[in-house]
């Protein structure tokens, strides 16, 4: 197998794909306590992003629907992301989504700009009375609490393929240190900037694009 079919692009969705982070756009809405807490304990180390998530959507007492329609009045998706498809299905690359957001958004508004046909791993959510139930399943089927977007990348690697990642927040730093070329904005860029870590900075997905017509 040549070293084009065997790259990967793999991507983070909530403010990488997306303009705006989805899951804070639903917990403004709908959470019924104070999710940003949560939000500062994760971001200060005191929780895992699972246990966040967990806690944070068992919140949400609204429906699916309520959830959609507030993330589609709201949510845009960043420009340039279909050309990268694009590029990725002309190249031979395959195009990974790994998030830490919750599946039944994230394949809504993929199937809403007519690219359902992508692969999502990300949060499992189901729906019930009291609260969204949020669960992280890693490659080998078992529930993870943290790392997420790691053990998707080391069984990539292992799998042989060449990663090439693109994210933009806390939790794509330790993930896009172990690909061979990462895309970054927001504060995976900020930290990149701060640890001389290469990568390129994008605001949209054309100059993605531009760079992986080269590779």
Not at 7 to 21: H, K, M, N, S
Not at 105 to 126: C, H, N, P, Q, S
Not at 128 to 157: E, M, T
Request: one cysteine or more; charged letters at 25%; a neutral charge.
């Amino acid at each position: 197998m040549s070293e084009v079919s065997k790259t990967l692009v793999q991507c983070d969705f909530d403010g990488t794909i997306t303009e705006e982070d989805v899951s804070f756009v639903m917990l403004d809405a709908f959470a019924g306590g104070d999710w940003r807490q949560l939000f500062r304990d994760y971001e200060e180390g005191k929780i895992s992003v699972g246990r966040f998530n967990t806690q944070a959507f068992a919140m949400v007492k609204a429906d699916r629907q309520s959830l959609l329609e507030i993330a589609r009045s709201k949510v845009k998706v960043r420009p340039g992301f279909k050309e990268l498809v694009a590029c990725c299905r002309r190249k031979g690359f395959r195009l990974v989504i790994v998030s830490n957001g919750l599946d039944f958004y994230i394949e809504k508004i993929l199937r809403d700009i007519g690219l359902a046909d992508i692969e999502v791993f990300a949060a499992r959510t189901r729906f019930h009375p009291g609260g969204l139930k949020v669960q992280y399943i890693g490659p080998d089927g078992n529930q993870l609490d943290s790392d997420f977007k790691a053990a998707y990348v080391a069984l990539f690697l292992r799998e042989g393929y060449r990663i090439i990642y693109a994210g933009n927040g806390n939790s794509d730093i330790a993930p896009a240190r172990q690909c061979q070329h990462i895309f970054a904005t927001g504060n995976l860029l900020a930290h990149c900037q701060q640890t001389n870590l290469a990568c390129t900075a994008f605001t949209d997905f054309n100059e993605v694009v531009s760079v992986l017509e080269l590779l």
